[in-house]
């Protein structure tokens, strides 16, 4: 899940903990696994890292093949 940027912290703490306890739940760990997801949950900031490095990652493969949308 994203929020926008700004967004105040006590706010994305609220958010992360309704989600981290959700994604603890038998049922949604089902669901996730089921549509080949991993159940797993992180802080804001290992998100956000994580979220970077993928672009990055991702970003030099598109530019070295010079890839574009269509």
Do not use: C, F, H
Not at 9 to 29: C, F, M, S, Y
């Amino acid at each position: 899940m994203l929020a926008p940027a700004g967004t105040p912290r006590p706010i994305i703490d609220r958010l992360n903990a309704a989600l981290r306890a959700l994604v603890e739940t038998e049922q949604v760990k089902q669901r996730i696994l089921a549509e080949g997801g991993d159940p797993m949950t992180s802080t804001p900031e290992e998100y956000a890292r994580d979220i970077d490095s993928e672009e990055t990652k991702w970003g030099t493969l598109v530019r070295k093949l010079n890839l574009k949308v269509e």
